[in-house]
């Protein structure tokens, strides 16, 4: 079946550095990747997606590209807020009928003044 | 009122309670979801109703009863839960005719089993 892996948190970083979060799937066909975020207190929300090969999905700063190659849609964002604290997930959609959406297990991002 | 809204946030019950969580949603989608969310863990997608029928049920058991009146509401019967089914319960809902379509989700009810 569909699975996601992503990088094990928490991340800890400074205000300003660059960020990375490894995501990594497996899927048959050609699925639409996503990145949700989940701030404190909240449910998850959209942050960015990609529906095909190639495409580079971005939002706030951050942005993310579908390798299908390396099956792999890393988040990036080159200068990170305190603001940004929050968890993270990468999910893919089959995009077959209703959103069977498989999600990873969350990265949680600490961004320190 | 709009998105998707779930009540109540919290919810503390003993193993012999029996509970309802309630979502809503205002975004005029097809589909609803139930999912839990546990520490550690990738979120665990418990039913799925598409048109108001129930099109998933990812081996719950059945002390997790949902129901769905209609395409806006979406309810969580709880009886006779165990510890272990303390965790955040989150609803979503989305548009199930769009391919790659985004969903949305409520803020989640914080359940503690006692």
């Known amino acids: 079946g569909d699975s996601v892996t992503q990088m094990e948190g928490p991340v800890t970083l400074s205000e300003e550095a660059f960020l990375t979060i490894n995501c990594t799937y497996t899927a048959t066909g050609y699925p639409s990747l996503f990145w949700y975020v989940q701030y404190p207190g909240e449910g998850l929300q959209l942050l960015l997606k990609?529906?095909?090969?190639?495409d580079k999905g971005s939002n706030k700063g951050f942005e993310a590209t579908y390798r299908k190659e390396t099956t792999s849609f890393h988040l990036e964002k080159g200068s990170v807020q305190v603001s940004d604290s929050a968890v993270y997930f990468c999910?893919?959609?089959?995009?077959?009928?209703?959103?069977?959406?498989?999600f990873g297990t969350g990265t949680k991002l600490q961004v320190i003044p | 009122e709009t998105g998707v809204t779930q009540t109540p946030r919290h919810l503390v019950m003993g193993m012999t309670n029996k509970k309802s969580l309630k979502c809503e949603q205002h975004l005029g989608h097809n589909a609803m979801y139930w999912y839990k969310q546990s520490a550690k863990k990738p979120l665990e997608l418990m039913f799925v109703y598409s048109l108001e029928e129930r099109v998933e049920n990812n081996s719950v058991p059945s002390r997790f009863s949902p129901e769905c009146p209609n395409s806006s509401h979406l309810f969580l019967h709880l009886h006779t839960l165990q510890p272990e089914d303390s965790a955040l319960y989150l609803c979503?809902?989305?548009?199930?005719?769009?391919?790659?379509?985004?969903?949305?989700f409520g803020a989640g009810t914080r359940l503690s089993v006692l």
């Open positions: 979503a809902s989305s548009q199930a005719d769009r391919d790659a379509d985004i969903q949305y």
């Open positions: 999910a893919l959609n089959p995009g077959r009928g209703y959103q069977k959406v498989t």
């Open positions: 990609a529906t095909k090969a190639d």
